[in-house]
């Protein structure tokens, strides 16, 4: 079925450094979310892209939808200790299916 | 207050035995889900449903059923031909199953010893 494979696993920074996290797809998607779970919490949707190219920010965080909108980033600019979290992207079953698959999700860790 | 509960938010039951996990919705939302979330292999997908009296098998169904009798429930058994049950489970839900955003509830801890 339809992969969507996140990198890296797992990602530890200093406070203030930056973030990154990326999404890829074998196969064209028609839009993609990301949500942010925080240590012993559930998922929280954060932003939803639909457009080829598109590039949206939330305060220190930017999402990046690519040109073939088969990879997607999630950019955070000097990182915080309330950042802390696992971040997932999802899109829509092969086909256009009606499933949300997610990917395995980046672990991100902030030393203050 | 609009939202998505599970419950019981820790579960222990014992190998062999059939446990059903609660997911309720009062967002009039169509769509539902079921996701097991183990350490590093986030969320997989066990069951969705896009409206009453309907479900489909996600990526990871053997082993699990559900029903979707009222729009507002979907409650997830899991029963004792799941190999390996212990896990976090979460309940989604979203107006259309297509492009839009789901909502999680808190999810339930199931151990089974």
């Known amino acids: 079925g339809q992969q969507v494979m996140q990198i890296p696993q797992y990602q530890h920074v200093q406070e203030g450094e930056d973030f990154t996290t990326y999404c890829n797809s074998s196969t064209t998607l028609s839009n993609i979310q990301w949500y942010k779970q925080r240590p012993g919490g559930h998922p929280v949707f954060l932003i939803q892209l639909v457009k080829s190219g598109e590039v949206k920010k939330q305060k220190r965080l930017t999402f990046q939808f690519g040109e073939a909108k088969k990879n997607s980033s999630l950019h955070i600019t000097a990182t915080q200790t309330t950042d802390v979290g696992t971040y997932f992207c999802a899109g829509p079953g092969q086909g256009g299916s009606e499933k949300l698959v997610f990917g395995k999700g980046t672990k991100l860790t902030v030393n203050p | ?113």
């Open chain 2, 1 to 113: 207050d609009g939202g998505i509960t599970q419950s019981p938010k820790y579960l222990f039951r014992k190998e062999g035995q059939n446990v059903t996990l609660s997911c309720e919705q009062n967002l009039n939302h169509d769509a539902m889900y079921w996701y097991r979330q183990d350490p590093g292999q986030g969320l997989r997908l066990i069951y969705y449903s896009q409206i009453v009296n309907d479900f489909q098998k996600g990526d990871i169904a053997e082993g699990y059923s559900v029903s979707r009798e009222k729009k507002e429930s979907f409650p997830l058994t899991v029963t004792s031909a799941q190999k390996n049950p212990t896990a976090f489970y979460l309940c989604a839900s979203s107006i259309q199953v297509r492009n839009t955003e789901a909502f999680f509830g808190q999810g339930t801890r199931l151990t089974v010893v």
